[in-house]
């Protein structure tokens, strides 16, 4: 589970929302306090900038942060005010109480958590006379250990070398990442990690040595206990596999970090490791839960030692063996899995009730805190949110699909936890009854229709879930998807009914709902995977019409950019073009080509989604419907790019900054393989075809075939078979390569793809990670509007959206990414699911760009290429 996600849902109900948007609790007084003309004040992201205009800061350096707690944050800021301002000093920090707790929450990004103020000192001299003297004016306040700084004595300053400002370049793995320079001119990762770790070129000023050798006092050598792993990190501390060196006995040691990984009710990582600790205790002797061993302090954090506990998380055991996710499962496997679910399900709750005998509430039952062991019995681990239950305090913990409504109290939501598990069992979507109410009497009526297991069991956990009539109420209220022509006519009308409702054209970083990417680089409320440009594309293709207002909105946006926008065609200005031309808005279009042009795009990684090969798609296809010779020109040297830096079929694509380890259609190779298909497809030069057969095969090299004879992407921990980043993406490219030349090889990886995009059941019904990109590639090779006749699998998989699919206000909404919250995008939400529904259904071809069915232009616009030679 990716737990960026917790904090964006904190805003609203129904859709992740950036976590500072609309919060105005607890605002600081400075955030308001007057500044002469002299200073600029401007908001950027969640930050507050404060900025002298005489002041030229240099684009790297040492800076200073200051964190702070909760009671103590407005008198450390008045004191930073009140230093910086007469001293003309620039600095930014987070301007209310809702805000710093969301920056030490437990899931916070450990990199940066903690960070309140942000002081930029001209040069080293500045820096040392900043934490001198405001050192001394904060010594002894209290403040959460940065990771990625270094510590300046007892109080709340630290300090790290990185950038001042705005620069990026492409990291080792692809990602494009805020950059410093290094000394022969080129721009490397700014890299913020839990550990203080300057660049390697940068020396250490001697006013920072002593601060590092104090660092380095604190060491885990004089311990009885030799750390063997890491088994888990939080912004709260870390889980670490031990062994006692006296005994010799495997433990495990849990770290809380004082003042940081904040809960709800103000409580801090210690406090909640006190509350385990005390619970343990209470519980010393039963045989489901972990012995408590010991606890101990090291360099400020608490530690306590319990029992190592051989065994398997819950979460990991159910998906292995889990039958719907299986592509032919017998009926045997049905019975065997239910037997050995509802074996465990009474285990839990016969553990959870001897727990409740010491009355104790748990407060975080889940399937990831529920480990098996080798012999089957179960054991619950995770007391941090554990209370007497005389308490009756809320809950302050809990994982999504398992967390009670507001207001349950005590035992009442460990058994709230214990229903959801039961469902989670047999159809693992509980997470959607946040969103929809309805969704767990439905889930529970296909569940016993799936599973031999017994009603009862099911209506008992659905009436404790809702608190209504059970798995009968609302029966006829739910979601449906019909997979014909009117089905098809009514999802439309329902779904764009919806996206169109939640747009917000009254904000400016996002006019539809969708992943929480909208919000971590900006523009990404614009792009094509997660912004406008995607939705009204999407809109369009299918025939839900067009949106002029909204496509205005996208205009002003677009030729305005924010700082830092991005170029590539998913997540930047190139997809915006391509829409705005493909919505006939082609002076607009025009315009924002030309801010791409004008831009160094030479370091940029290879993947179509934010890289060259998705930028060299766009150039050809500009070029062959403008016949403008620049974009021609610049596709051609886009393209030698990519072909120079490709390499051979047995080696890994390659950036400026090394090995490229993802595969699939938006990361991988087979974005440079459509890229040249297409290329061979204007100029008929068999040279592109074959740099296509190439990157293709780097791609296969990283798939490995299921045992059920299913293809996926191998990442080592899992296999993938999704759009983006599994094999269903690669799949199509080999599909479009294959209607140009046989390749037997190629021809058996496209049928074990397929076989990939045939299991009756997926976690998400997304475009690129989910149901509906099986939807698409399955619709891929059919005739517009035949794909569901031709293919009874089409059909099957169109009903089963049904399950992911929420009522909002009456229309069909869809979950995004995590299920946590519903997404209006192209890449994780409805506006995804509707242009996979418009390929099995519409009577126009109905795709992605650049892998719709006839889309590709007619060989009228050569493109030559250098082919560099191989050696």
């Known amino acids: 589970m990716d737990k960026r996600y917790e904090v964006y849902c904190l805003t609203h109900p129904h859709f992740y929302d950036a976590p500072h948007h609309g919060r105005t609790r607890g605002r600081f007084p400075q955030a308001g306090r007057p500044l002469s003309a002299s200073w600029v004040r401007e908001e950027l992201g969640e930050w507050l900038v404060c900025r002298p205009t005489d002041v030229v800061l240099p684009p790297q350096g040492w800076k200073i942060h200051v964190s702070a707690c909760p009671d103590n944050a407005e008198s450390i800021l008045e004191a930073v005010w009140d230093y910086c301002?007469?001293?003309?000093?620039?600095?930014?920090?987070?301007?209310?109480?809702?805000?710093?707790?969301?920056?030490?929450?437990?899931?916070?990004?450990?990199?940066?958590?903690?960070?309140?103020?942000?002081?930029?000192?001209?040069?080293?001299?500045?820096?040392?006379?900043?934490?001198?003297?405001?050192?001394?004016?904060?010594?002894?306040?209290?403040?959460?250990?940065?990771?990625s700084d270094l510590r300046w004595g007892d109080g709340p300053l630290h300090v790290r070398y990185g950038a001042f400002a705005d620069r990026y370049c492409v990291s080792a793995d692809g990602v494009l990442e805020q950059a410093v320079e290094d000394p022969s001119g080129r721009l490397v990762p700014d890299v913020r990690g839990p550990t203080f770790q300057p660049p390697p070129w940068v020396r250490l000023p001697g006013f920072l040595e002593p601060h590092l050798a104090e660092s380095r006092r604190t060491t885990v050598a004089d311990l009885p206990y030799r750390i063997e792993k890491a088994l888990h990190f939080s912004n709260a501390g870390g889980l670490y596999a031990a062994v006692d060196t006296r005994t010799q006995e495997r433990v495990v040691l849990k770290e809380a970090r004082p003042h940081a990984g904040l809960t709800p009710d103000g409580a801090d990582a210690v406090v909640r490791l006190e509350r385990e600790r005390d619970a343990l205790e209470r519980l010393s002797g039963l045989p489901c839960v972990p012995a408590l061993r010991d606890q101990f302090e090291l360099g400020g954090h608490r530690f306590l030692v319990e029992e190592f506990i051989e065994g398997t998380a819950l979460h990991r055991q159910f998906v292995e063996r889990y039958p719907l996710t299986e592509l032919d499962p017998d009926a045997g496997a049905f019975a065997d899995y239910t037997s050995w679910a509802l074996d465990i399900a009474r285990q839990v709750e016969d553990a959870v009730a001897a727990v409740h005998e010491r009355g104790i509430v748990i407060g975080d039952v889940h399937s990831d805190n529920v480990l098996v062991r080798p012999d089957g019995r179960v054991v619950l681990i995770d007391f941090e949110g554990a209370s007497d239950v005389a308490q009756a305090r809320q809950q302050v913990l809990?994982?999504?699909g398992f967390l009670a409504p507001r207001g349950t109290r005590g035992f009442d939501i460990d058994r709230y936890a214990l229903a959801c598990l039961r469902l989670f069992l047999f159809m693992p979507l509980t997470g959607l009854i946040?969103?929809?109410?309805?969704?767990?009497?439905?889930?529970?009526?296909?569940?016993?229709?799936?599973?031999?297991?017994?009603?009862?069991?099911?209506?008992?956990a659905v009436r404790t879930i809702t608190g209504d009539g059970g798995m009968t109420a609302r029966a006829d209220d739910v979601p449906r998807i019909e997979p014909d022509h009117s089905g098809w006519l009514r999802a439309r009308e329902s779904i764009s009914g919806a996206i169109l409702a939640a747009a917000t054209p009254q904000r400016d970083d996002r006019?539809?709902?969708?992943?929480?990417?909208?919000?971590?680089?900006?523009?990404?409320?614009?792009?094509?995977?997660?912004?406008?440009?995607?939705?009204?594309?999407?809109?369009d293709v299918t025939g839900a019409g067009r949106h002029p207002d909204h496509e205005d909105w996208l205009i002003r946006r677009a030729l305005n950019p924010e700082p830092g926008t991005r170029l590539g065609f998913y997540n930047g200005m190139h997809g915006i073009a391509y829409v705005l031309e493909h919505l006939g808005r082609h002076e607009e279009a025009a315009k924002a080509l030309d801010m791409c042009l004008g831009e160094r795009?030479?370091?940029?990684?290879?993947?179509?989604?934010?890289?060259?090969?998705?930028?060299?798609?766009?150039?050809?296809?500009?070029?062959?419907?403008?016949?403008?010779?620049?974009?021609?020109?610049?596709?051609h040297r886009v393209a030698e790019a990519v072909a120079d830096r490709l390499g051979p079929a047995d080696a890994v694509p390659t950036t400026s900054g090394g090995a490229h380890p993802r595969a699939g259609l938006m990361y991988g190779a087979s974005g440079p393989a459509l890229m040249f298909l297409r290329l061979y497809e204007h100029g008929g030069d068999p040279a592109h075809l074959d740099l296509a057969a190439t990157a293709l095969r780097q791609d296969l090299r990283r798939c490995l075939v299921r045992e059920e004879g299913a293809m996926e992407v191998n990442e080592g921990f899992r296999t993938m078979p999704y759009l983006a980043d599994g094999s269903v993406g690669i799949g199509m490219v080999l599909d479009a390569y294959l209607a140009h030349r046989a390749d037997e090889e190629f021809s058996a990886a496209a049928d074990a793809i397929r076989k990939?995009?045939?299991?009756?059941?997926?976690?998400?019904?997304?475009?690129?990670?989910?149901?509906?990109?099986?939807?698409?590639?399955?619709?891929?090779?059919?005739?517009?509007?035949?794909a569901v006749a031709r293919d009874p699998l089409i059909a099957d998989h169109v009903r089963?959206?049904?399950?992911?699919?929420?009522?909002?206000?009456?229309?069909?909404?869809?979950?995004?990414?995590?299920?946590?919250?519903?997404?209006?995008?192209?890449?994780?939400?409805?506006?995804?699911?509707?242009?996979?529904?418009?390929?099995?259904?519409?009577?126009?071809?109905?795709?992605?760009?650049f892998l719709t069915p006839d889309s590709a232009a007619p060989p009228d616009v050569p493109v030559p290429i250098r082919v560099p030679e191989r050696r």
């Open 800 to 849: 089963r959206l049904a399950r992911h699919a929420c009522l909002l206000d009456g229309r069909l909404a869809f979950p995004g990414e995590q299920l946590m919250r519903l997404s209006m995008d192209l890449a994780t939400g409805g506006a995804g699911v509707l242009l996979a529904l418009g390929a099995a259904f519409h009577s126009r071809p109905t795709g992605l760009p």
């Open 85 to 147: 301002v007469p001293r003309r000093i620039a600095f930014k920090f987070l301007p209310g109480m809702d805000a710093l707790f969301l920056a030490n929450t437990k899931y916070a990004y450990r990199g940066s958590s903690g960070k309140f103020v942000t002081v930029y000192p001209a040069d080293e001299a500045q820096c040392e006379c900043v934490l001198t003297e405001l050192g001394a004016v904060l010594d002894g306040r209290p403040g959460p250990y940065i990771l």
């Open 511 to 539: 006019l539809f709902p969708g992943d929480i990417e909208q919000f971590a680089l900006p523009g990404g409320g614009l792009d094509l995977a997660h912004g406008a440009a995607g939705v009204l594309y999407a809109l």
């Open 756 to 786: 990939a995009a045939r299991a009756s059941f997926y976690i998400e019904p997304g475009l690129f990670d989910g149901l509906a990109g099986m939807i698409l590639h399955l619709s891929h090779p059919h005739p517009p509007g035949t």
């Open 434 to 460: 946040d969103l929809d109410g309805g969704k767990a009497g439905q889930l529970a009526r296909e569940a016993v229709q799936l599973f031999p297991v017994p009603r009862r069991f099911l209506d008992e």
């Open 601 to 635: 795009w030479e370091t940029l990684a290879l993947d179509l989604k934010s890289g060259l090969s998705g930028i060299g798609l766009n150039l050809l296809h500009f070029a062959a419907t403008t016949g403008d010779a620049a974009c021609l020109d610049a596709a």
């Open 398 to 400: 809990a994982a999504p």
